[in-house]
């Protein structure tokens, strides 16, 4: 005669909520490198609520110096910031051997930077003010290792 084992309740209402706290653990990190702390904040918030983790730094020496052992899953990377721009962050990680996708954010109209930005990988390059839902819809494209054209922007 063969018994079947019946878990006990606990255990089932164990093993949820240890699958809840891998899922919850497992989000995807988005590193956001702007030096507008506002920026920063907006971008951060609206990142979170879209249930990613998000690491945020001032400039591309912070986030270079900061040591961190966990890649993220995406970098947002403004393009002209103090010290290293955006571009030159981009070199830098592709030197050290990073393929982690990067989505650039800029205040500035500049062809010759979209162009570069491109020519390196970058997933989008998007200008502020940047919508919600494009920069979300870039990110999912760039976390499937796909480009994103932003749709146009409306007239004034």
Do not use: N, W
Request: charged share 25%; glycine share 8%; proline share 5%.
């Amino acid at each position: 005669m063969q018994r079947h084992l019946i878990p006990s309740r606990g255990f089932v209402h164990e093993l949820l909520r240890s699958r809840v706290r891998i899922l919850v653990t497992r989000r995807t990190m988005i590193c956001v490198v702007d030096d507008d702390p506002s920026v920063r904040k907006a971008l951060k918030r609206l990142l979170s609520s879209a249930g990613y983790e998000v690491a945020t730094f001032g400039s591309a020496e912070e986030l270079l110096t900061s040591g961190r052992g966990e890649l993220p899953g995406l970098f947002v990377i403004d393009v002209r910031m103090p010290g290293l721009s955006g571009l030159e962050l981009q070199r830098e990680l592709a030197a050290s051997g990073s393929r982690v996708p990067v989505v650039f954010v800029t205040a500035y109209r500049d062809d010759q930077a979209r162009t570069l930005a491109h020519q390196a990988g970058a997933v989008a390059y998007l200008e502020k003010p940047v919508d919600g839902e494009v920069l979300l819809g870039a990110i999912r494209a760039g976390l499937k290792r796909e480009t994103f054209e932003a749709p146009e922007a409306e007239p004034l």
